[in-house]
């Protein structure tokens, strides 16, 4: 399972690329909001410190627009992956951009249903969203594993990708799962790498070390 950070912080992508366990960036409008930067110019920053999978998603909500969108994203590097809204327009979109060569990643899925649509309009990812789904009372990791099953029940070769993951509890059940990708914020990161007992194992071998005889 590989893990995605879910910023457009360059700090922080710095950070967890330099630690060696982060695969990809993710962006989304929201996102790149909070950065107060221009969106291009934070994309191709991106694409200079992570060497995979950089998406970046078009606003557009047509398909044309979608098209003209994802063609300048994916002309600004090779390891660009363009982002479409889950609705028809995005299949229209996704469908051409895929017999052209351009990976996509159909997003704001929250049913098996959607990305069964996606995988079959030629998305190279879809990304189901967790939190987003619980916070209404649904399951997300359910979802998940219900898109995984029919996926491998059908060879179908679409990744899948669980995002708005909001805890460690998500993280562990979407690597049981079998999920491709997990994209995280950068605190679950630190989250991940952190038990109270390792701090205190820690400490103690760092204080028994000071008796150790030396020369």
């Known amino acids: 399972m590989e893990l995605f ?39 191709k920053e991106i694409t200079t410190i992570v060497d995979g999978p950089v998406m970046g998603e078009v ?6 627009g979608m098209i003209t969108e994802a063609r300048e994203l994916a002309a600004l590097h090779k390891n660009m992956v363009v982002k479409i809204p889950m609705c028809l327009e995005g299949l229209k979109a996704v469908k051409v951009l895929s017999k052209e060569g351009i990976k996509t990643n159909v997003t704001l899925i929250f049913s098996a249903t959607q990305a069964i649509l996606a995988a079959n309009a030629g998305a190279a990812y879809v990304s ?10 649904g399951d997300g990791l ?3 594993e219900d898109i995984i099953d029919i996926f491998d029940a059908n060879g179908i070769e679409t990744k ?4 708005s993951v909001r805890h460690l509890g998500h993280v562990i059940g979407c690597a049981k799962l079998g999920v491709d990708i997990v994209t995280v914020p950068y605190s ?18 760092l204080e028994d070390w000071k008796k150790v005889p030396t020369k």
């Open 128 to 137: 189901s969203f967790l939190g987003r789904s619980d916070d209404i009372g």
């Open 59 to 64: 606003i557009s909500l047509e398909a044309e």
């Open 188 to 205: 679950i990161i630190g989250q991940m790498a952190k038990h109270p007992l390792t701090e205190s194992g820690l400490k103690q071998f």
């Open 160 to 163: 899948v990708v669980a995002a």
């Open 5 to 43: 950070l879910d910023t457009a912080n360059v700090n922080q992508i710095r950070e967890g690329y330099e630690l060696g366990v982060v695969g990809g960036v993710t962006t989304n409008p929201t996102i790149i909001s909070r950065e107060g930067r221009e969106f291009i110019e934070v994309i």
């Open 142 to 144: 359910t979802v998940i």
